[in-house]
């Protein structure tokens, strides 16, 4: 895992359900994919899939959507679910 990053509300500052977590390979990303989808956390199916901003990035092997967080799920919580799939640098 190189990044992990849950935008939040401007005004709340709530987590919006969702985040991107960077992997250093495309392989360990798509392994993450095929294990964690519709895995619950915090009794909730987690969305994994390609983010659509993947493709800007050149110097990242792949960013993951991370969507059906749980309020509770914060950015620690989702780095170390993660953090398994791949070499963490960060």
Same mark, same amino acid.
């Given at each position: =895992? =190189?990044?992990?990053?849950?935008?939040? *509300? &401007?005004?709340?500052? =709530?987590?919006?359900? +969702?985040?991107?977590?960077?992997?250093?390979?495309?392989? *360990?990303?798509? +392994?993450?994919?095929?294990?964690?989808?519709?895995?619950?956390?915090? %009794?909730?199916?987690?969305? =994994?899939?390609?983010?659509?901003?993947? &493709?800007?990035?050149?110097?990242? %092997?792949?960013?993951?959507?991370?969507?059906?967080? *749980?309020?509770?799920? *914060?950015?620690? !919580? !989702? +780095?170390?679910?993660?953090?398994?799939?791949?070499?963490?640098?960060?």
């Amino acid at each position: =895992v =190189v990044n992990v990053h849950m935008p939040k *509300d &401007k005004i709340t500052g =709530v987590t919006q359900g +969702y985040g991107f977590v960077e992997f250093r390979t495309e392989q *360990d990303a798509d +392994y993450a994919i095929k294990i964690m989808n519709m895995v619950k956390l915090f %009794g909730k199916p987690l969305r =994994v899939n390609k983010s659509s901003q993947d &493709k800007k990035k050149t110097d990242v %092997g792949a960013n993951l959507f991370i969507g059906g967080l *749980d309020p509770e799920v *914060d950015e620690k !919580l !989702l +780095y170390d679910t993660f953090s398994a799939f791949g070499f963490i640098t960060q």
